[in-house]
């Protein structure tokens, strides 16, 4: 069945420091992608999606690129701020029909001033 | 901005007793979704509505749990005699139109706490 796999957390970053966090995926044909984010006590909020091959998607200076040769959605912030401190899940559309989404675990990450 | 609301935000009860939330989806999306979030996990889909026709269920989805769309509009997600395995943050989503590629809007959730 569909799969996503996301690295596993916390990450704990300074200031201005790089971003990446890992996300690959297991499915049957070629699901849309999305990034989602969740600040403490809220629902999910969509970073970024992909829809096939090759797209970037891109928002608030965060990117990924739809990998199919590496069935990978990998999530990068050139420089991050303390505001970025949050819970990132990765995410597949199934294409059964329903458009259900498969999450990863999620991986936390920790900004310090 | 009327985004996906979700009542009550949070709601605590003894084992046993019977639960409902209510979604109140984006005004035009036909497409429904309820999904759980345990503590350090994502997100796992429990059920789906395109417009009033809920047209899958997952099989984290017990008999103690039915869910409802009446008229394609707000949704109810009812849990019958409580466990404390229950205990999670209970999301909806919405979203618009045919195929994949519209994304997924979500509620803040109710949390559901099992005493």
């Known amino acids: 069945g569909n799969s996503v796999t996301q690295m596993e957390g916390p990450v704990t970053l300074s200031e201005e420091a790089f971003l990446t966090i890992n996300c690959t995926y297991t499915?049957?044909?070629?699901?849309?992608l999305f990034w989602y984010v969740q600040y403490p006590g809220e629902g999910l909020q969509l970073l970024l999606k992909?829809?096939?091959?090759?797209d970037k998607g891109s928002n608030k200076g965060f990117e990924a690129t739809y990998r199919k040769e590496t069935t990978s959605f990998h999530l990068e912030k050139g420089s991050v701020q303390v505001s970025d401190s949050a819970v990132y899940f990765c995410?597949?559309?199934?294409?059964?029909?329903?458009?259900?989404?498969?999450f990863g675990t999620g991986t936390r990450l920790k900004v310090l001033a | 901005d009327t985004g996906v609301s979700q009542n009550p935000r949070h709601k605590i009860t003894k084992r046993g007793q019977n639960v409902t939330f209510r979604c109140d989806p984006i005004?035009?999306?036909?497409?429904l979704y309820w999904y759980r979030q345990t503590l350090g996990q994502g997100p796992e889909f429990l059920t789906y509505?395109?417009?009033?026709?809920?047209?899958?269920k997952s099989r984290l989805l017990s008999d103690r749990f039915s869910a409802e769309r009446p008229k394609g509009s707000f949704s109810t997600l009812e849990i019958q005699r409580t466990e404390q395995g229950d205990s999670a943050m209970y999301l909806c989503?919405?979203?618009?139109?045919?195929?994949?590629?519209?994304?997924?809007?979500f509620g803040d959730g109710t949390r559901l706490s099992i005493l």
């Open positions: 989503a919405s979203s618009l139109g045919q195929g994949e590629r519209q994304p997924q809007h």
């Open positions: 499915a049957t044909g070629y699901p849309s």
């Open positions: 992909a829809t096939k091959a090759d």
């Open positions: 995410a597949l559309s199934d294409r059964s029909g329903t458009y259900k989404y498969i």
């Open positions: 005004s035009e999306h036909n497409r």
């Open positions: 509505f395109q417009n009033e026709a809920q047209l899958e």
